[in-house]
Protein backbone atom coordinates (compact mmCIF):
# COMPACT_ATOMS: atom_id res chain seq x y z
CA UNK A 1 0.00 0.00 0.00
CA UNK A 2 1.69 3.49 -1.22
CA UNK A 3 2.21 5.72 1.84
CA UNK A 4 2.31 8.79 -0.75
CA UNK A 5 0.28 9.33 -3.51
CA UNK A 6 0.04 11.74 -6.55
CA UNK A 7 -3.06 10.95 -7.70
CA UNK A 8 -2.71 12.68 -11.10
CA UNK A 9 -0.56 11.33 -13.15
CA UNK A 10 -0.30 14.19 -15.56
CA UNK A 11 -1.18 17.66 -15.69
CA UNK A 12 -1.61 19.95 -18.46
CA UNK A 13 -1.08 24.06 -17.97
CA UNK A 14 -0.91 26.91 -19.85
CA UNK A 15 2.33 29.03 -19.62
CA UNK A 16 1.82 32.13 -17.09
CA UNK A 17 -1.00 30.14 -15.47
CA UNK A 18 -1.20 28.60 -11.97
CA UNK A 19 0.09 24.64 -11.79
CA UNK A 20 -0.86 22.92 -8.92
CA UNK A 21 0.54 19.31 -7.77
CA UNK A 22 -1.37 17.37 -5.22
CA UNK A 23 -0.02 14.65 -3.20
CA UNK A 24 -1.74 12.39 -0.08
CA UNK A 25 -0.18 10.87 2.36
CA UNK A 26 -1.15 7.90 5.41
CA UNK A 27 1.75 7.75 7.75
CA UNK A 28 0.79 10.12 10.60
CA UNK A 29 4.87 9.95 11.62
CA UNK A 30 6.02 11.89 8.21
CA UNK A 31 6.85 15.11 9.80
CA UNK A 32 9.07 16.49 7.18
CA UNK A 33 7.88 16.63 3.24
CA UNK A 34 10.02 17.18 -0.22
CA UNK A 35 9.30 18.19 -3.86
CA UNK A 36 11.51 16.48 -6.53
CA UNK A 37 11.85 17.54 -9.81
CA UNK A 38 12.95 15.12 -12.34
CA UNK A 39 13.71 15.84 -16.44
CA UNK A 40 14.18 12.99 -19.15
CA UNK A 41 17.66 11.23 -18.61
CA UNK A 42 18.30 12.81 -15.01
CA UNK A 43 18.48 12.15 -11.80
CA UNK A 44 15.78 13.84 -9.70
CA UNK A 45 16.95 17.28 -8.09
CA UNK A 46 15.56 18.46 -5.13
CA UNK A 47 12.99 21.60 -5.19
CA UNK A 48 11.07 22.48 -2.24
CA UNK A 49 10.59 21.06 1.56
CA UNK A 50 8.56 22.02 4.15
CA UNK A 51 8.69 20.54 8.07
CA UNK A 52 5.26 19.36 9.43
CA UNK A 53 5.89 22.32 11.99
CA UNK A 54 5.11 25.29 9.17
CA UNK A 55 1.53 24.87 6.69
CA UNK A 56 3.51 26.77 3.92
CA UNK A 57 6.92 27.65 2.64
CA UNK A 58 7.80 29.83 -0.75
CA UNK A 59 10.75 29.95 -2.43
CA UNK A 60 10.51 32.17 -5.75
CA UNK A 61 7.87 30.97 -7.73
CA UNK A 62 7.09 27.64 -6.13
CA UNK A 63 5.24 27.41 -2.87
CA UNK A 64 4.33 24.28 -0.76
CA UNK A 65 1.33 23.81 0.86
CA UNK A 66 0.81 21.48 4.11
CA UNK A 67 -2.42 20.51 5.35
CA UNK A 68 -1.17 17.96 8.11
CA UNK A 69 -4.84 17.19 9.51
CA UNK A 70 -6.22 15.86 5.92
CA UNK A 71 -2.44 14.39 5.10
CA UNK A 72 -2.02 16.73 2.10
CA UNK A 73 0.33 18.44 0.83
CA UNK A 74 0.51 20.73 -2.37
CA UNK A 75 2.99 22.33 -4.75
CA UNK A 76 1.95 25.34 -6.60
CA UNK A 77 3.70 27.50 -9.48
CA UNK A 78 3.30 30.54 -10.69
CA UNK A 79 3.83 31.57 -13.02
CA UNK A 80 4.35 28.25 -14.99
CA UNK A 81 6.99 28.12 -17.68
CA UNK A 82 7.30 25.91 -20.52
CA UNK A 83 10.95 25.19 -18.72
CA UNK A 84 8.67 23.63 -15.59
CA UNK A 85 7.29 20.94 -17.39
CA UNK A 86 9.10 17.69 -15.84
CA UNK A 87 8.19 15.07 -13.49
CA UNK A 88 7.30 16.12 -9.93
CA UNK A 89 7.93 13.50 -7.08
CA UNK A 90 6.65 14.52 -3.86
CA UNK A 91 8.35 12.89 -0.71
CA UNK A 92 7.96 11.89 2.83
CA UNK A 93 9.95 11.48 5.80
CA UNK A 94 9.56 10.12 9.59
CA UNK A 95 12.81 11.63 10.33
CA UNK A 96 16.28 11.71 8.87
CA UNK A 97 17.01 11.66 5.18
CA UNK A 98 15.01 7.94 4.21
CA UNK A 99 12.31 9.06 1.96
CA UNK A 100 9.19 7.53 0.57
CA UNK A 101 8.21 8.75 -2.99
CA UNK A 102 4.88 9.35 -4.58
CA UNK A 103 4.73 7.95 -8.18
CA UNK A 104 4.82 11.53 -9.68
CA UNK A 105 2.83 14.01 -11.44
CA UNK A 106 4.24 14.66 -15.33
CA UNK A 107 3.52 18.81 -15.67
CA UNK A 108 3.41 20.07 -19.19
CA UNK A 109 3.04 23.85 -19.61
CA UNK A 110 2.20 24.83 -22.91
CA UNK A 111 3.67 28.38 -24.48
CA UNK B 1 29.25 20.73 -7.03
CA UNK B 2 28.15 16.92 -5.98
CA UNK B 3 28.34 14.50 -8.61
CA UNK B 4 27.04 11.08 -8.42
CA UNK B 5 27.89 9.05 -11.40
CA UNK B 6 26.67 5.79 -12.81
CA UNK B 7 28.57 3.26 -14.75
CA UNK B 8 26.05 3.09 -17.47
CA UNK B 9 23.19 4.91 -18.55
CA UNK B 10 21.36 1.68 -20.92
CA UNK B 11 22.20 -1.94 -20.22
CA UNK B 12 20.05 -4.50 -22.31
CA UNK B 13 20.64 -8.25 -20.59
CA UNK B 14 18.82 -11.81 -21.25
CA UNK B 15 16.84 -13.28 -17.99
CA UNK B 16 19.22 -15.28 -15.32
CA UNK B 17 22.37 -12.73 -16.12
CA UNK B 18 23.83 -11.61 -13.52
CA UNK B 19 24.08 -7.77 -13.72
CA UNK B 20 26.43 -4.89 -11.70
CA UNK B 21 25.05 -0.92 -11.46
CA UNK B 22 27.90 0.96 -10.25
CA UNK B 23 27.32 3.96 -8.75
CA UNK B 24 30.12 6.50 -7.37
CA UNK B 25 29.94 9.66 -5.35
CA UNK B 26 32.88 12.63 -5.06
CA UNK B 27 31.40 14.15 -1.92
CA UNK B 28 32.52 11.84 0.80
CA UNK B 29 29.09 10.90 1.56
CA UNK B 30 28.62 8.42 4.29
CA UNK B 31 25.03 7.29 2.57
CA UNK B 32 24.16 6.26 -0.38
CA UNK B 33 21.17 4.77 -1.91
CA UNK B 34 19.52 2.69 -4.67
CA UNK B 35 16.32 3.30 -5.79
CA UNK B 36 14.47 1.96 -9.17
CA UNK B 37 11.67 3.72 -10.57
CA UNK B 38 8.43 2.71 -12.59
CA UNK B 39 6.04 4.14 -13.81
CA UNK B 40 2.63 5.04 -11.90
CA UNK B 41 5.11 3.60 -8.56
CA UNK B 42 7.46 6.58 -7.93
CA UNK B 43 10.70 5.81 -6.59
CA UNK B 44 11.11 2.57 -4.13
CA UNK B 45 14.04 1.98 -2.04
CA UNK B 46 15.97 -1.02 -2.82
CA UNK B 47 18.89 -0.74 -0.61
CA UNK B 48 20.33 1.74 1.11
CA UNK B 49 24.58 2.15 3.30
CA UNK B 50 25.38 4.33 6.11
CA UNK B 51 28.65 3.30 5.66
CA UNK B 52 31.50 1.46 4.10
CA UNK B 53 30.66 -2.67 4.20
CA UNK B 54 26.81 -1.50 5.96
CA UNK B 55 23.83 -2.23 4.14
CA UNK B 56 20.12 -1.86 5.01
CA UNK B 57 17.27 -3.11 3.11
CA UNK B 58 14.88 -1.05 1.37
CA UNK B 59 11.38 -1.28 0.66
CA UNK B 60 12.07 -3.77 -2.14
CA UNK B 61 15.45 -6.23 -1.36
CA UNK B 62 14.49 -9.38 -3.09
CA UNK B 63 16.46 -10.40 -5.89
CA UNK B 64 19.06 -7.61 -5.06
CA UNK B 65 22.16 -7.48 -3.05
CA UNK B 66 24.57 -4.55 -2.51
CA UNK B 67 28.48 -3.90 -2.00
CA UNK B 68 29.71 -1.14 -0.73
CA UNK B 69 34.09 -1.67 -0.13
CA UNK B 70 34.96 1.71 -0.42
CA UNK B 71 33.09 5.15 0.35
CA UNK B 72 32.51 6.23 -2.55
CA UNK B 73 31.43 3.46 -4.56
CA UNK B 74 28.09 1.35 -4.13
CA UNK B 75 27.25 -1.17 -6.01
CA UNK B 76 24.35 -2.90 -6.93
CA UNK B 77 23.87 -7.17 -8.02
CA UNK B 78 21.21 -8.76 -9.81
CA UNK B 79 22.37 -12.15 -8.97
CA UNK B 80 20.13 -13.59 -11.98
CA UNK B 81 18.04 -10.89 -14.12
CA UNK B 82 14.56 -11.40 -14.62
CA UNK B 83 12.07 -9.71 -16.80
CA UNK B 84 10.09 -7.91 -14.03
CA UNK B 85 13.83 -6.25 -12.88
CA UNK B 86 13.40 -3.99 -16.23
CA UNK B 87 13.09 -0.55 -15.09
CA UNK B 88 15.04 2.93 -14.43
CA UNK B 89 17.92 2.47 -11.58
CA UNK B 90 19.01 5.69 -9.76
CA UNK B 91 21.83 5.76 -7.47
CA UNK B 92 21.78 8.84 -4.49
CA UNK B 93 24.04 9.77 -2.21
CA UNK B 94 24.02 12.46 0.99
CA UNK B 95 25.35 13.27 4.37
CA UNK B 96 23.62 11.16 7.53
CA UNK B 97 21.32 13.27 9.53
CA UNK B 98 20.38 16.11 7.11
CA UNK B 99 16.85 16.17 5.16
CA UNK B 100 16.08 14.27 2.38
CA UNK B 101 17.15 17.48 0.28
CA UNK B 102 20.50 16.52 0.10
CA UNK B 103 20.00 13.69 -1.35
CA UNK B 104 21.68 13.89 -4.70
CA UNK B 105 20.76 11.15 -7.75
CA UNK B 106 22.77 10.10 -10.70
CA UNK B 107 20.83 10.15 -14.13
CA UNK B 108 19.89 6.71 -14.14
CA UNK B 109 20.70 3.17 -15.99
CA UNK B 110 17.94 2.14 -17.74
CA UNK B 111 17.84 -1.62 -17.74
CA UNK B 112 16.46 -4.11 -20.10
CA UNK B 113 15.89 -7.55 -19.03
CA UNK B 114 15.17 -9.77 -22.33
Known amino acids: DQQVKQNSPSLSVQEGRISILNCDYT??????FLWYKKYPAEGPTFLIS?????DKNEDGRFTVFLNKSAKHLSLHIVPSQPGDSAVYFC??????????FGGGTRLMVKP | DVKVTQSSRYLVKRTGEKVFLECVQD?????MFWYRQDPGLGLRLIYF???????EKGDIPEGYSVSREKKERFSLILESASTNQTSMYLC?????????????FGPGTRLLVL
Open chain 2, 49 to 55: SYDVKMK
Open chain 1, 91 to 100: AASPEGNMLT
Open chain 1, 50 to 54: ISSIK
Open chain 2, 92 to 104: ASSFPGEGGETQY
Open chain 1, 27 to 32: NSMFDY
Open chain 2, 27 to 31: MDHEN
